[in-house]
């Protein structure tokens, strides 16, 4: 059973980091490319980050360049993301998701995502 489990989210002040992780079970990870996700109340679910199957391409959504940081451990199976710099409007339920590509979708598209972690709460806030 293919499977996909996030950690690492919580409570944080802005201008802090976290790191959120996304470990594989039932599968490797090694041809898939990842994303993360990301959902605030009242809001569609939009794409954060995304790597390719290689490692060797990422693509960010705007509003987290220079800020976020993804990349993978295949021989662990497990993904991340380390977020610095935590402004309040990153408050939302984010989601890893994984899809047998090569690259990443134009626009960290949701649609071609197959396999989804059930979300973790980080929540930016004095």
């Known amino acids: 059973q293919l499977q996909l489990v996030e950690s690492g989210g919580g409570l944080v002040q802005p201008g802090g980091s976290l790191t959120l992780s996304c470990a594989a079970s039932?599968?490797?990870?090694?041809?898939?490319?990842i994303g993360w996700f990301r959902q605030a109340p009242g809001k569609e679910r939009e794409g954060v980050a995304c790597?390719?199957?290689?490692?060797?391409?990422?693509n960010y959504a705007d509003s987290v360049k220079g800020r976020f940081t993804i990349s993978r451990d295949n021989a662990k199976n497990t993904f991340f993301l380390q977020m610095n710099s935590l402004k309040p409007e990153d408050t939302a339920v984010y989601y890893c998701?994984?899809?047998?590509?090569?690259?990443?979708?134009?626009?960290?598209?949701?649609?071609?995502?197959?396999?989804w972690g059930q979300g973790t709460q980080v929540t930016v806030s004095s």
């Open positions: 998701a994984a899809e047998r590509l090569g690259g990443c979708p134009r626009g960290i598209a949701i649609k071609p995502f197959g396999y």
């Open positions: 039932g599968f490797t990870l090694d041809y898939y490319a």
């Open positions: 790597i390719s199957s290689s490692g060797g391409s990422t």
